[in-house]
C-alpha cells in the first residue's frame, strides 16, 4: 500500500461464524493501493483466545456435511450433538456464553479506536454481514463506509418476526434452503442454454434429472475414483451437499455439471460394472456454513439465536425446509441442532434490535438476485429496507458474494469507499463472464 496516499483503514470479516479473519484480501486492486485492510480473530476464534470443548483426538459435532435422512441417522445426530454440547458445557468455561455478534462488534469498536480512525469503514461478506449490521445499529455515530456483502436478516438470525418464530430453529427461519434452491435453478436453466454444460440433456427436464439422480443415490451410492487414484462413496448426503459448495460461485459451474452428469450416469441400471471414472468433487460449502458444527462457530450462532429447546424438533423443520429446496434444507436447518441445549442459552449481551438506528453514513449493502445457496437475495433488500438510509447494490448472478465477481460491483466498492458515494438506486450489476465461460 502506498502510505503516502492512505485513505484510511478497512476491517474485514469473511463469513463464518468461527472462521478465521486475520488474514484479509486485497478486496479490490484500487482499495489495497490506497487503504489498510485489516482483518482479525473474532473472540472465540482462532488466535483470539479460541473456545475449546474438545480435550480428546475425535471428539467433536458430527461430520460436516452428515445430516440425517433416516429415523437411526437422526438418532445418532442428536445424540453425538448432545454429548458435544456437554463437553462444552464441561471444558469451554465462562468464554462459552460471550461470543454473541454485540460482543464481537464492541471489540470491534475497540480495534477502531486502537488504529485511530473516527468512524468504522468495515466489509464483511456472509455472516461477516450481520456483524456490520449490528455494529450499524450498536454504534451508528460511528459509521463511515460500512459494506455487506451475501447479507443475513437479522431479525431472523436472532428472534424471528413473530413472537411464535422465536420457536424455530433460526437455520430454518433464514430460508437459505430456498436461496440455493433457487441458485440450482439458475444453474440449471443456464446448463440447458449451454452446449459447453456436461449436465445438459436437449429436450430433458432437468431439474427432474437432478431429482432422479438424488432418488437413486438414497436408495444407493455411488463410488467414485478421485483425481489421487482413491475410491469415494457419494452419499445423497454428499451430493447435496457438493452441489451446495459448489453453487457459491457461478464459475464452479462446469465442474459442477461434470460431477453431476459422471453420478448420473454411474448412478443408472447397469452401470455398477464399468469402470468408475476419475471425478474432481466440487468444494465445501463456505461463508456463513464454512465453519460450522464446530464449537467456535456454534457458540456464535446459539449465543446469537432464539431456538427450540427440544432437539426431536429440527426433523419436522427439516422435512418441510426439504420441501422448498431438496437436501439443502436438511443440511441448513441440522446445522443449528446444538442450539436446543446449549449451555446457559443465548448470551445475555446479544443485540436484537433496534435495526434501524439512524447512522452517520449510509450503509452499503450487496446481493446477488438470481440466487444465493446461503444468504437468500430477499434478506439483501430487506435489510436495505430496515437500515437507516442504507442502499441495495445487486448483481444479476447466482452465488454467495458479489465483490470479485464483476467490474461494475468492484467500482462501486471502490467509489463508496474512496469517496464516500453510493451507486444510483435500482443498480443492477452484470457479472464479468457467464456461468461457463472459461476463468481468465
Known amino acids: 500500500m502506498d502510505q503516502e496516499r492512505k485513505l484510511g483503514t478497512i476491517f474485514y470479516n469473511p463469513g463464518g461464524p ?12 484500487e482499495l489495497h493501493e490506497r487503504f489498510d485492510i485489516v482483518g482479525f480473530d473474532p473472540r472465540g476464534v482462532g488466535d483470539s483466545t479460541g473456545l475449546s470443548c474438545f480435550t480428546e483426538p475425535g471428539d467433536g459435532f458430527h461430520e460436516v456435511g452428515s445430516f440425517p435422512v433416516t429415523p437411526e441417522q437422526e438418532r445418532v445426530t442428536v445424540e453425538d450433538t448432545a454429548r458435544g454440547v456437554e463437553q462444552c458445557a464441561r471444558n469451554a468455561g465462562p468464554l462459552l456464553q460471550h461470543t454473541s455478534t454485540a460482543n464481537v462488534a464492541r471489540d470491534l ?6 488504529v485511530g480512525e473516527d468512524r468504522l469503514d468495515y466489509y464483511g461478506i456472509s455472516y461477516g454481514s450481520h456483524l456490520g449490521t449490528v455494529y450499524a445499529n450498536l454504534f451508528p455515530e460511528r459509521v463511515g463506509s460500512v459494506a ?19 420457536f424455530d430453529p433460526f437455520s430454518f427461519r433464514l430460508g437459505s434452503y430456498g436461496g440455493a434452491q433457487q441458485a440450482l435453478r439458475t444453474f440449471l436453466d443456464a446448463c440447458a442454454a ?14 427432474g434429472k437432478y431429482d432422479a439422480l438424488l432418488d437413486r443415490l438414497l436408495a444407493q451410492p455411488v463410488t467414485i475414483t478421485q483425481p489421487d ?15 451446495l459448495g459448489a453453487l457459491y460461485g457461478a464459475s464452479t459451474s462446469p465442474r459442477l455439471a461434470e460431477f453431476l452428469q459422471q453420478l448420473h450416469e454411474l448412478s443408472l441400471p447397469g452401470a455398477a460394472a464399468a469402470p468408475a471414472p476419475v471425478v474432481s468433487v466440487p468444494p465445501a460449502p463456505q461463508g456463513w456454513a464454512g465453519a460450522l458444527r464446530t464449537e467456535q462457530g456454534l457458540s456464535v450462532m446459539c449465543n446469537d439465536s432464539s431456538n427450540p429447546g427440544n432437539p426431536w424438533v429440527w426433523s419436522d423443520y427439516a422435512r418441510r425446509a426439504d420441501e422448498v429446496g431438496r437436501g ?15 449451555p446457559g442459552g443465548s448470551d445475555a449481551d446479544r443485540y436484537t434490535g433496534p435495526w434501524d438506528r439512524e447512522t452517520s453514513a449510509p450503509v452499503l449493502v450487496i446481493g446477488n438476485r438470481q440466487g444465493d445457496p446461503a444468504t437468500p437475495y430477499d434478506d439483501a433488500r ?6 437507516s438510509d442504507a442502499r441495495l447494490l445487486t448483481l444479476d448472478s447466482f452465488g454467495h458474494g458479489a465483490r470479485g465477481e464483476s467490474a461494475c460491483i468492484d467500482g462501486a466498492l471502490n467509489a463508496y469507499f474512496a469517496d464516500g458515494a453510493l451507486p444510483a438506486e435500482g ?3 452484470q457479472p464479468d463472464r457467464g456461468p461457463f465461460d472459461p476463468v481468465p
Open 18 to 29: 468461527g472462521g478465521s479473519g486475520r488474514i484479509a484480501p486485497a478486496l479490490t486492486p
Open 328 to 342: 439443502f434444507g436438511s443440511y441448513w436447518t441440522y446445522l443449528s441442532l446444538g442450539c436446543a441445549n446449549w
Open 194 to 207: 449451454d452446449e459447453r454444460c456436461a449436465f445438459r440433456e436437449p429436450g430433458t427436464d432437468l431439474l
Open 148 to 166: 455487506i456483502d451475501a447479507v443475513l436478516d437479522p431479525i431472523e438470525w436472532t428472534t424471528g418476526y413473530r413472537p411464535e418464530e422465536a
Open 109 to 114: 469498536d475497540l480495534l477502531r479506536q486502537a
Open 427 to 429: 443498480t443492477i450489476c
Open 382 to 387: 430487506k435489510v436495505s429496507e430496515l437500515l
Open 229 to 243: 487414484g482413491s475410491p469415494l462413496e457419494i452419499t445423497y448426503q454428499a451430493a447435496t451437499t457438493s452441489t
